[in-house]
């Protein structure tokens, strides 16, 4: 007997101490990487002295179980660790819920009401009742005067008039009550569900408790809803002042709770990432078919890009020259060893909608030599350039960049710090106030047939005019063919000066144009080869 008796109270013990006790956890503070986001949130939980399972509400839709740490005072054990999103309590619903606790207090006022509302109905009947029955016992009696019974009469009447209208008048707010019962209940149903929906996320701690009490605990882990990218706004109103750059970030969450006013870190490092180190094989190179696009032979644009994401060769002239320093925003920058981290010292706002929240980051202003560009065989526009020197201090990352120039916007550029040259060359846009003109020299061109031979000869001028108000300083670039067969022979003819590198066959003229002023370059090449042949590309 006693041994059943005591088996009986071990089962009732391990009964209650697998209740499950219910928490919220609040997000403290998020540290974004390009690829996922750790996220630190807190929560109190009161528990009883032994084994209790807690269910903690309000976590990550979707986290990585082993990236789990729980933060816990010395008194507590943390057994185990399980997320979960379709936990089913068998247990009593969880009461922790606001939402739920609003509507079920709401509900305990109304049902107070309601029995209210009926005593008081029941009442009023009794009096009817008791009014009605006197009327008898009256009525039956002799030797009342006319005087005694119209009083009689009127009393009755009177009060059987009122008890009637408070009837009535609880009967309508009985109904009233009703009704808003029946909503009521319905919204705690409605609140329950969406409770459930809310918080598919949950984590289920098994642990150990040395004394009962509130128990806080610090709760992180990483989850992969969450992103963030660089971009940029340059803006320049003239080549002799420096860039304003204000750094921004993209953050974009889907985690499945809401961040409200978190301390937020972006970082550039990429957790989860294959940690095999490569292996090297042979490369081995094999013919195919080349593929030209609708640009003219010889040209090649690589390099930086401009407002409509074309590409610039390099320039490596001097040009002009700001002077300016950097200025940081409310962001404090650590460089670690492998990434770089932006602590964001003022609370964000970002919900889980998977759209993109814009975070200022930092303004610098970047001291930069202006240079404009051209290359009249591929457009008959000039680009201004802006080079950068001593750019990783600045702690850039790869990002588009809006160009705003003169108060204008220019369109858009890419900024890649990961070059091997100590230089950051950024497009900003076309000046359309650079005019230039390519135009065919009909007189010094043309075709003759000597012998067995063909003899082409090609002659181009370019005219470029400064239509600023201040002096504009410019690269132009142009090419002449190069021989790929000895029965093929090219012979730059006229070049106006220009630096000429033999080797590649490109010619260089830095000329710098005051206001207004137009200057004019010629280049003319001869082209001989046996006339039974053609060249494709000529």
């Known amino acids: 007997m006693k041994r059943a008796l005591l088996m009986l109270l071990l089962l009732c013990g391990m009964a209650y101490a697998q209740k499950p006790v219910f928490t919220t956890a609040k997000v403290k503070a998020a540290t974004v990487y390009f690829n996922a986001a750790e996220i630190t949130q807190s929560a109190t939980v009161n528990l009883p002295a032994g084994t209790s399972e807690i269910v903690v509400k309000n976590v990550a839709d979707y986290l990585n179980e082993g990236s789990v740490q729980i933060g816990a005072p010395a008194t507590l054990t943390v057994l185990s660790v399980q997320f979960t999103t379709n936990y089913i309590s068998e247990f009593e619903p969880d009461e922790t819920s606001p939402a739920l606790k609003r509507v079920r207090d709401s509900i305990a006022i109304v049902k107070k009401e309601l029995e209210k509302t009926t005593t008081l109905k029941a009442s009023e009947f009794k009096i009817l009742e008791l009014l009605d029955k006197n009327n008898q016992v009256y009525g039956q009696q002799s030797g009342l005067s006319v005087a005694e019974l119209v009083k009689m009469v009127d009393y009755y009447k009177a009060k059987r008039n009122e008890t009637s209208n408070t009837i009535n008048a609880l009967t309508d707010k009985e109904q009233k009550l009703n009704e808003l019962f029946t909503k009521l209940s319905s919204r705690l149903e409605t609140n329950t569900r969406e409770a459930e929906k809310t918080s598919a996320g949950k984590l289920v701690l098994q642990v150990m408790n040395e004394q009962a009490g509130n128990v806080a605990l610090d709760i992180s882990y990483l989850t992969g809803n969450a992103s963030w990218t660089p971009f940029y706004d340059l803006r320049a109103d003239n080549t002799t002042d420096p860039i304003n750059m204000l750094y921004k970030a993209q953050v974009v969450q889907q985690t499945g709770i809401d961040w409200k006013k978190v301390k937020l870190t972006l970082s550039s490092g990429v957790p989860n990432q294959n940690n095999q180190a490569p ?27 401009s407002s409509d994401k074309e590409q610039l060769n390099e320039v490596v002239v001097e040009g002009y020259r700001s002077k300016a320093s950097s200025v940081s925003a409310n962001t404090t920058i650590t460089e670690n060893q492998l990434s770089v981290s932006f602590d964001i010292d003022i609370p964000y706002d970002i919900a889980s909608n998977g759209k ?48 705003i120039f003169d108060g204008m916007y220019a369109g858009k550029t890419f900024i890649d710090p990961n070059q091997t040259t100590d230089t950051l060359r950024l497009g900003m846009g076309r000046d359309r106030k650079i005019s230039i003109e390519r135009e065919k020299v009909v007189e010094k061109s043309g075709t003759k047939f000597l012998s067995s031979r063909r003899e082409q000869t090609f002659t181009y001028d370019v005219t470029i005019r400064n239509n600023k108000k201040e002096a504009a300083q410019i690269v132009v670039k142009e090419n002449y063919p190069i ?56």
Do not use: C
């Open 356 to 403: 993109k929240h814009s975070v200022t980051l930092k303004e610098i202003k970047l001291p930069a030599t202006y240079r404009h560009y051209a290359v009249p065989k591929a457009e008959k526009e000039a680009f201004l350039m802006a080079e950068i020197n001593d750019y990783s201090k600045y702690n850039l990352l790869k990002g588009e960049a809006n160009i």
């Open 279 to 305: 292996e090297i094989n042979p490369w081995f190179l094999q013919y195919g078919s080349a593929i030209y696009g609708n640009r003219a032979p010889g040209i090649q644009i690589r390099g930086v890009a």
């Open 483 to 538: 021989s790929t067969d000895k029965e093929m022979e090219i012979e730059l003819l006229e070049s106006s000066s220009a630096d000429v590198n033999k080797e590649t066959a490109l010619l260089q003229w830095d000329i710098k144009l005051k206001p207004g002023e137009t200057k004019k370059l010629r280049i003319s090449y001869k082209v001989k080869y046996p006339k039974d042949r053609s060249i494709i590309n000529l």
